[in-house]
């Protein structure tokens, strides 16, 4: 979410709004101040007592790779990205209060069906960014079955979705009465003839 707020500040907007929906989350001062309040600190994400075997940053901050072979072997995101020590396995954390878990390089080769099964079953944590990366660097479109269980409705003649201001939240059209339209988990709804399988 950080990466599109920034990406959103930078083409000048001012209010945060939702990849998915476009719904307003707020302004940057507001979140800003949330994450502030929620006790996220770039103090957090440093790793003590850790030096980039490449760069030699020090200490690593955000994303830490260790690893699993040799004892003192740390790299940061940017050198574990490259083919620096690529003989051996890592593992990853993102602040230093945090358990490690496995890391993956990306690659064209898809996560294997039970780790997806697995993560489309249970909600998703900061421990599973490394997995999230390599599934969206390869990740197919949704299946028909997948977009089937994304629930459809009429637009009835008194339905609020009439008001003005009610509207796609994709192509921004205005909802018609008896138009059919898919209620997404995010609880807003969009036109069914948007091709929401890349969105989701």
Request: charged share 20%; glycine share 4%.
């Amino acid at each position: 979410m950080k990466i599109w707020a920034d990406h959103q500040l930078s083409t000048g907007e001012t209010v945060i709004k939702c990849p998915l929906c476009r719904e307003d989350f707020g302004t940057s001062y507001a979140l800003n101040q949330e994450v502030r309040n929620s006790g996220s600190s770039q103090k957090s994400q440093q790793h003590p007592g850790t030096v980039c075997r490449t760069c030699n940053q020090s200490p690593i901050t955000g994303a830490c790779y260790r690893c699993t072979v040799c004892n003192d072997i740390y790299l940061c995101h940017t050198c574990f990205k490259t083919d620096k020590h690529a003989t051996h396995s890592f593992s990853v954390r993102q602040r230093c209060n945090q358990k490690w878990h496995p890391a993956f390089k990306h690659s064209s080769v898809m996560l294997p069906q039970a780790v997806i099964e697995n993560l489309t079953h249970r909600n998703i944590s900061e421990d599973d960014y490394e997995m999230l990366l390599q599934l969206d660097s390869v990740a197919p479109p949704c299946t028909k079955k997948q977009l089937d269980c994304i629930p459809v409705r009429q637009v009835t003649k008194h339905s609020q979705l009439l008001l003005p201001g009610h509207q796609c939240r994709v192509c921004l059209r205005p909802f018609v009465a008896e138009q059919s339209v898919r209620r997404l988990p995010c609880h807003h709804s969009v036109c069914t003839r948007i091709d929401i399988a890349g969105l989701l």
